[in-house]
């Protein structure tokens, strides 16, 4: 058990929590090969892998179902307080936003196949993997520092996510100048378009997972503000 939540008389109850926490940890590592087989499928035309991961995606609904309903049983049997309380509901949070992410990887490959199935596209798709890239990255850190209850983890991922922001809106401005320069790229554009507003979905659910780390480590809801203040908030001595 981690030194910020402390033990506990019963060693089963010590146990449920680090079983739940190892259980999200494994739901992460499902959702971050979503992400990956995604981006590659886009990237590579693969239209067998997009499905792979079209199909694959009932396993993080399951995963997430099943740590929910561990949680519950747990506030219910155990009646946690304190910061134990806070990791259970921090727990449900981040599992919430693991299932979303999961739903924009689904999404990337969907967008994979029907751009396989038009002609080769003008964007770079060197752009669309380093973004995809970038995401998957952010999502581990993000499990990184849940899993270490790390807070300056947790902002050097959030801060990340402006940097995915700035490559979205290039991706965007540049589908739209493609768009204006030949109507014919209308439908490969806005597939395209769709593609990277999911990934840049990703990487908000990923400083979300961080958000969620600093109310566990500090008892502090840092969510709906600035980076800058989030950083305030992790650097503070409880």
């Not at 990237?43 to 399951?62: H, M, Q």
């Not at 899993?147 to 990340?160: G, I, L, Q, S």
Request: a negative charge; glycine letters at 4%; charged letters at 35%.
């Amino acid at each position: 058990m981690d030194k910020n939540l402390g033990h506990h008389i019963s060693q089963q109850f010590n146990e449920e929590l680090e079983e739940i926490r190892s259980r999200v940890l494994a739901m992460g590592g499902l959702v971050e090969e979503q992400i990956q087989k995604a981006t590659n499928a886009l990237v590579d035309g693969d239209i067998a892998l997009a499905e792979r991961v079209i199909k694959d995606d009932t396993k993080v609904n399951k995963a997430e179902v099943q740590i929910d309903e561990e949680c519950t049983s747990i506030i219910a049997r155990r009646q946690p307080t304190a910061s134990d309380l806070r990791l259970v509901v921090a727990v449900i949070k981040t599992i919430t936003d693991l299932e979303r992410i999961g739903d924009q990887a689904e999404r990337v490959a969907r967008m994979g196949i029907r751009l396989a199935e038009q002609p080769d596209s003008k964007i770079s798709y060197m752009e669309i993997r380093h973004m995809g890239e970038r995401v998957e990255r952010m999502v581990h850190d993000a499990l990184d520092a849940f899993a270490r209850m790390d807070v300056d983890a947790a902002v050097n991922v959030a801060k990340e996510d402006k940097i995915v922001d700035v490559e979205y809106d290039g991706i965007m401005r540049q589908s739209l100048t493609y768009m204006m320069e030949d109507p014919k790229t209308i439908t490969q554009m806005l597939d395209i378009m769709w593609t990277v507003r999911a990934m840049e979905r990703i990487g908000d659910h990923a400083q979300n997972i961080c958000e969620y780390v600093i109310y566990l480590v500090k008892g502090k809801d840092v969510r709906h503000t600035s980076i800058e203040k989030m950083e305030k908030e992790a650097q503070k001595k409880r």
